[in-house]
């Protein structure tokens, strides 16, 4: 984490930092769940996403027929922007990050992320790591409410 704080974090912009702090609770990125979480422009998000992948080694971009364009943070480094996001707000705070991120992975019809993110067996795989919101049952009732029977 030393490492990441001092040769990754600290290297990049702080408008670039703060969107991968911000979005950490996020199983991947892209510019649509980004723009929601972050309250960018979609715009602004495409380009920043583009600069993190360009320069940081440690995030790289996916193009799926099925899904598109995905960034995906190394897991190491998502552990220590999870633990960032932590420092940064209070628990009561997290609740409100946490729904955000399930609401927008929901409408982008990524249901089983969302669900995941609701109800974690655990977020963070390392042991410095720890953030355990519990689960989010009602929140997780109302997207499984929403979506389509097919999508999960």
Do not use: W
């Given at each position: 984490?030393?490492?990441l704080e001092q040769d990754v974090l600290l290297q990049?912009?702080?408008?670039?930092?703060?969107?991968?702090?911000?979005?950490?609770?996020?199983?991947?990125?892209?510019?649509?769940?980004?723009?929601?979480?972050?309250?960018?422009?979609?715009?602004?998000?495409?380009?920043?996403?583009?600069?993190?992948?360009?320069?940081?080694?440690?995030?790289?971009?996916?193009?799926?027929?099925?899904?598109?364009?995905?960034?995906?943070?190394h897991p190491v480094l998502r552990a220590f922007l999870?633990?960032?996001?932590?420092?940064?707000?209070?628990l009561s705070a997290l609740y409100d990050v946490r729904?955000?991120?399930?609401?927008?992975?929901?409408?982008?019809?990524?249901?089983?992320?969302?669900?995941?993110?609701?109800?974690?067996?655990?977020?963070?795989?390392?042991?410095?790591?720890?953030?355990?919101?519990?689960?989010?049952?009602?929140?997780?009732?109302?997207?499984?409410?929403?979506?389509?029977?097919?999508?999960?």
């Amino acid at each position: 984490f030393e490492y990441l704080e001092q040769d990754v974090l600290l290297q990049t912009p702080e408008h670039e930092r703060s969107m991968l702090i911000e979005t950490a609770l996020l199983p991947y990125l892209n510019p649509i769940l980004c723009a929601e979480i972050c309250r960018h422009t979609l715009g602004e998000c495409e380009k920043l996403l583009a600069n993190i992948a360009a320069n940081n080694g440690l995030v790289s971009a996916h193009t799926t027929p099925q899904h598109g364009m995905r960034y995906h943070v190394h897991p190491v480094l998502r552990a220590f922007l999870v633990r960032r996001l932590t420092e940064r707000y209070p628990l009561s705070a997290l609740y409100d990050v946490r729904s955000a991120a399930a609401q927008a992975l929901a409408a982008q019809a990524d249901v089983d992320a969302a669900l995941e993110l609701l109800l974690p067996l655990q977020i963070a795989s390392d042991e410095n790591v720890s953030l355990s919101l519990g689960d989010d049952v009602e929140t997780a009732a109302n997207i499984v409410q929403t979506a389509s029977h097919d999508a999960i």
